[in-house]
């Protein structure tokens, strides 16, 4: 099966511009989570969608950050407008619906505020 | 507050011993705990998940400790292979509510010595 897969793989962009990521989880998936990892620090939980539901969002840093799963599908992440402590490495991860199932994370989107 | 440790940012070992990496947590009665695998540019990969009324779990030449009283996991990787070389992180999820995703320990970087 194909994994989840994240778009871009880098971005770069100066301070108050936005910036979209994009992310496909595995094909039958109801569970997707966004993650982030500042430099230095662990990763940390965003926020978490079961099909087109944000069933927690408890994670996401302000308001500038807006996350979409239309159609319950692929999921989209924006910040706007970004800010220098945005940076870092934004994953994405997918899984099944059962209880305790793994995370199948994507390679993550690099994002450099400059 | 709540925290998850991991033992060392480095760890060396010659080929052909036993791994030994550490999580330990505090302030968190965690339902499960998970252990992942994280490659230079990639995303963190699934290995092995325990549950809190479990003691051991293996899987090939990996095994996994969960002491509740301890607050401690040891993950252990035997007979080891520069190929195991790569940052090993080792997360949580809460029982009885609590924000949806995992909460990750930094991590530990294993290095295999041929």
């Known amino acids: 099966e194909a994994g989840v897969t994240q778009f871009p793989s880098h971005s770069v962009i100066e301070k108050g511009q936005t910036v979209t990521l994009r992310c496909d989880p595995i094909s039958g998936h109801d569970n997707l989570y966004w993650y982030r990892r500042v430099m230095g620090k662990e990763i940390k939980f965003l926020l978490h969608?079961?099909?087109?539901?944000?069933?927690?969002e408890s994670g996401m840093p302000n308001n500038r950050f807006l996350a979409e799963r239309t159609g319950g599908t692929y999921s989209t992440l924006k910040v706007q407008p970004a800010e220098l402590e945005d940076s870092g490495v934004y994953f994405c991860?997918?899984?099944?619906?059962?209880?305790?199932?793994?995370?199948?994370f994507g390679n993550g989107t690099r994002l450099t505020v400059t | 507050s709540q925290k998850i440790e991991q033992n060392s940012e480095a760890l060396n070992i010659q080929e052909g011993k036993t791994a030994t990496l550490t999580c330990n947590y505090t302030n968190y009665s965690p339902a499960y705990l998970q252990w992942y695998r994280q490659d230079p540019g990639r995303g963190p990969v699934f290995l092995l998940l325990i549950r809190e009324n479990e003691k051991e779990k293996r899987k090939e030449r990996l095994k996994v400790t969960f002491d509740t009283t301890l607050k401690q996991s040891l993950f252990h990787i035997t007979a080891s292979q520069p190929a195991d070389s790569a940052t090993y992180l080792c997360?949580?999820?809460?029982?009885?509510?609590?924000?949806?995703?995992?909460?990750f320990g930094k991590g530990t970087h294993l290095i295999i010595q041929p």
């Open positions: 969608f079961v099909k087109e539901s944000k069933q927690d």
């Open positions: 997360a949580l999820r809460l029982s009885g509510g609590g924000a949806d995703g995992l909460t």
């Open positions: 991860a997918s899984s099944h619906r059962a209880p305790n199932s793994p995370l199948h």
